[in-house]
């Protein structure tokens, strides 16, 4: 796996961490989620919307007026492709970890071999 092989929409900071909360329950609430990420209404509204465009997110809305709430859950195709931006991530590390757990880049610089 290489880095072509990430997730653009799930890769963003913010909608990798919903993803994750997500992928750890059924449904999660906008008020938890928000707090969760300590983000504003209008940012996590910006991001699941994006999930949602992309059919990663299920964005449910229920009640009307002040009793309106919104909770949101992984697709099942947010589920695979989660599951793959994850395993890309891990190959990722893994392929560049180096003598004694260091990582490929740390290892290079330290042996002399590379640019001061």
Same mark, same amino acid.
């Given at each position: 796996?290489?880095?072509?092989? /990430?997730?653009?929409?799930?890769?963003? $900071?913010?909608? /990798? @961490? %919903?993803?994750?909360? /997500? !992928? %750890?329950?059924?449904?999660?609430?906008?008020?938890?989620?928000?707090?969760? /990420?300590?983000?504003?209404?209008?940012?996590?509204?910006?991001?699941?919307?994006?999930? %949602?465009? !992309?059919?990663?997110?299920?964005?449910?809305? +229920? *009640?009307?007026?002040?009793?309106? &709430? +919104?909770?949101?859950?992984?697709?099942?195709? *947010?589920? *695979? #492709?989660?599951?793959?931006?994850?395993? +890309?991530?891990?190959?990722?590390?893994?392929?560049? !970890? *180096? $003598? #004694?757990? +260091?990582?490929?880049?740390? @290892? %290079?610089?330290?042996?002399? &071999?590379? $640019?001061?």
């Amino acid at each position: 796996m290489s880095l072509h092989d /990430l997730d653009p929409v799930i890769h963003a $900071p913010k909608r /990798l @961490a %919903a993803m994750a909360v /997500l !992928a %750890a329950t059924d449904s999660v609430d906008f008020s938890f989620l928000r707090d969760h /990420l300590g983000v504003s209404d209008s940012d996590l509204s910006k991001q699941m919307s994006a999930l %949602a465009d !992309a059919g990663y997110v299920k964005i449910v809305k +229920t *009640g009307a007026g002040r009793n309106r &709430s +919104t909770s949101y859950r992984m697709t099942r195709e *947010g589920r *695979g #492709a989660f599951d793959h931006h994850v395993a +890309t991530l891990q190959a990722i590390v893994a392929a560049d !970890a *180096g $003598p #004694a757990g +260091t990582s490929g880049a740390v @290892a %290079a610089s330290s042996s002399g &071999s590379g $640019p001061e």
